[in-house]
């Protein structure tokens, strides 16, 4: 295993010059950055572990690019611009330095492509790989979509296809989600979200958070939920099968968000020029519990394990 020294220089030629409001990068004690005037800055913060998150198997430029969009989205999710990360590694003694190349690779390739600049972390050596990102942005001065906003009556929509998370990981692959920086960029800069999450852990329980947060309960449609092509697929053109993929299976990084009636229509407009964008269903008064309809019937949603309620 190479030095730390060797490691962090080879990350600070990756990175280039400190510019524009970078004023320190990475190699110093610590980065220095100015926010923008007008902006407040969000901070968000996740950590994988070898053999509960991932397994090296995967890959480890996927398991980097992975990590690595998994805290922008919940920068996306805050409807944030991602500007800069902190990455902290603990490499296996055992590793290589091409495994640990390997990782930062698919680390920088993520941040690369969403405009994220790496500006400092710390690498240590560990009995078993550990990645935790600190990722910051900004975003205009109390203009942050919280998971506590929407209101009965609001329409219920998601990004794109979900259940690509739960397919990956049956084939021991990890799903490299695509992210919507302009959808949210979009959307909550003429203010038309009223509550918003990433689905990290499943369609059940990310829309779970939302109706406790908000204080609604909520009734969404199981034949809108958009399926993947993955997840049909894995499981024989089976919807039911593939259903359980998207309300539990979790990591597909998609955007399940409230809109106020009367902004449905420009939501819409807007945000399918992106992504698949589709109308789930509504929130309700709380009163009204987190329902699903289903085989003709609203019912109660289970929080995860949908597999057991099929
Ligand atoms: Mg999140």
Redesign the pocket.
């Known amino acids: 295993m190479p030095g730390e020294f060797k490691i962090i220089e080879r990350l600070r030629k990756a990175a280039g010059r400190p510019s524009g409001a970078l004023v320190l990068g990475i190699g110093d004690d610590c980065a220095a950055f100015r926010p923008a005037p007008g902006f407040e800055t969000l901070a ?1 913060s996740d950590m994988l572990v070898e053999g509960v998150h991932f397994r090296l198997s995967q890959g480890l430029s996927a398991v980097g690019y992975k990590s690595m969009a998994a805290n922008i ?2 920068i996306l ?1 805050c409807g944030g611009k991602p500007l800069y990360a902190l990455v902290a590694v603990g490499l296996r003694e055992k590793g290589s330095m091409r495994a640990a190349l390997s990782l930062y690779a698919g680390l920088r390739k993520c941040a690369d492509k969403f405009g994220v600049k790496i500006v400092g972390g710390d690498t240590v050596r560990s009995e078993k790989l550990v990645i935790s990102i600190t990722a910051l942005g900004e975003v205009a001065s109390g203009k942050a979509v919280t998971r506590g906003g929407a209101r009965p009556g609001d329409y219920i929509l998601v990004t794109g296809e979900l259940g690509n998370g739960a397919a990956a990981l049956k084939k021991n692959s990890a799903w490299l989600p695509p992210l919507r920086p302009e959808l949210s960029a979009a959307l909550c800069g003429r203010g038309l979200v009223s509550s918003m ?2 689905i ?1 852990d499943g369609l059940s329980s990310e829309l779970y958070h939302l109706c406790a947060e908000s204080k609604t309960g909520a009734l969404i449609y199981e034949e809108l939920v958009p399926l993947s092509k993955a997840a049909l697929k894995l499981s024989g053109g089976n919807r039911r099968k593939a259903l359980s993929a998207a309300f539990s299976g979790g990591e597909d990084y998609e955007l399940l968000l409230s809109v106020p009636a009367e902004f449905l229509g420009t939501a819409l407009k807007l945000g399918s020029k992106y992504s698949k964008f589709t109308v789930l269903g509504r929130m309700l008064p709380a009163g009204k519990g987190v329902k699903v309809f289903s085989g003709g019937k609203a019912k109660a949603l289970p929080r995860g394990g949908y597999d057991a309620f099929l």
């Open positions: 968000t989205s919940d999710a999450i990433d990290s």
